[in-house]
């Protein structure tokens, strides 16, 4: 399970971890991806109770781990709704966080001996 924890606060560090060099590529992939969000003007969304489908794409957003609360609590991705990019940027956003949830399932398999 710590392996699990990392994997998802660093995006790849599960992989480097274990051994495997391919988690220099999730880390540099997964951060290109969400910072390209944050640079279109995405939204990092907060998990508000009264709109499901928000709290979804925050969920979504947590994913990517580490960079979600830093980029919060340094004012990032606040979104500029009338920004020509701003759902490509929440695209990116989102998509970057699932995708890291995936390598976070990829490396407790590897950990457990499944791959």
Same mark, same amino acid.
């Given at each position: ?42 939204? +990092?969304?907060? +998990? ?45 956003? +989102? ?14 398999? +590897? ?5």
């Amino acid at each position: 399970m710590l392996i699990c924890a990392a994997a998802w606060a660093v995006p790849g560090l599960g992989h480097l971890w274990l051994g495997r060099r391919k988690g220099l590529i999730f880390l540099v992939v997964l951060m290109t991806m969400f910072a390209l969000g944050l640079l279109l003007h995405g939204r +990092i969304f907060s +998990i508000e109770p009264a709109e499901p489908f928000v709290a979804l794409m925050a969920l979504a957003n947590m994913g990517i781990g580490l960079p979600y609360f830093i980029a919060r609590a340094m004012g990032y991705g606040a979104g500029n709704v009338i920004a020509v990019t701003y759902e490509y940027g929440n695209t990116f956003l +989102i998509v970057s966080g699932l995708l890291n949830s995936l390598v976070v399932i990829d490396a407790f398999d +590897i950990s457990m001996g499944r791959k």
